[in-house]
């Protein structure tokens, strides 16, 4: 008689060294993130970005002669070009661009760049893509749980989230998390949960997220 081989629950990876993106590539881990620190003039831009209170959504498809090619951020926030920062905010974009590219040797990017008040999803759920990255650049990060945090089968039922605010773990401003969805070959069924967060009143967030298109 054989036994039943159970999958093994997902973990994730978390440091302060650049390093950590890659244990996501591993089989069994569904989050890597790492929780850097911004320079002061990033997060100065991002801040003041956020304080002109105006409405901000872009979106790009980058396109990648190679996965080391210097992407194309032509337009990006330019309106805000005399804002201090701005050239600091784009080059690490384009950083992140490059390094996810390299990553997941990726010709084709899409980017995202949105100032949110508002939760986009309040509910927990898992994405249906192979591999996201996920930063706030300034203001409240995505929130997460480790596997056993809610039943799957229940995902998007508020009745069933978790109410202990200890089970919930949360991005800061800053950290880098590289997100396995459903779309990952051999990661079908154990995508990470995770949901937006509600930012406090008055406030809202810079959130930038690259997928894997080709």
Not at 86 to 95: E, I, N, P, R, T
Not at 162 to 187: F, S, T, Y
Request: aromatic share 6%; with cysteine; charged share 20%.
């Amino acid at each position: 008689m054989f036994a039943l081989q159970l999958p093994k629950a997902s973990r994730q990876a978390l440091g302060e060294g650049v390093e950590v993106l890659g244990e996501v590539l591993h089989d069994g881990v569904n989050l890597a993130v790492w929780q850097r620190h911004l320079p002061a003039r990033i997060s100065l831009f991002a801040e003041t970005l956020l304080a002109q209170g105006e409405p901000l959504a872009q979106s790009m498809t980058l396109e990648l002669a190679q996965p080391d090619s210097e992407p194309n951020l032509l337009g990006l926030v330019a309106q805000y070009a005399d804002m201090p920062g701005q050239s600091a905010f784009l080059a690490d974009v384009a950083w992140l661009v490059g390094a996810y590219a390299c990553l997941l040797d990726a010709r084709r990017i899409g980017l995202r760049l949105r100032v949110l008040e508002k939760a986009m999803c309040p509910r927990f759920h898992v994405d249906h893509v192979p591999l996201r990255l996920i930063t706030s650049y300034a203001g409240v990060g995505s929130e997460w749980l480790e596997e056993g945090g809610m039943p799957r089968s229940r995902l998007g039922q508020a009745a069933a989230e978790p109410q202990d605010e200890a089970c919930i773990r949360r991005l800061g401003a800053g950290h880098v998390a590289l997100a396995k969805g459903e779309k990952w070959q051999g990661n079908e069924g154990q995508g990470l949960i995770h949901r937006s967060p509600q930012p406090p009143a008055g406030e809202r967030r810079l959130l930038l997220t690259l997928d894997w298109l080709a």
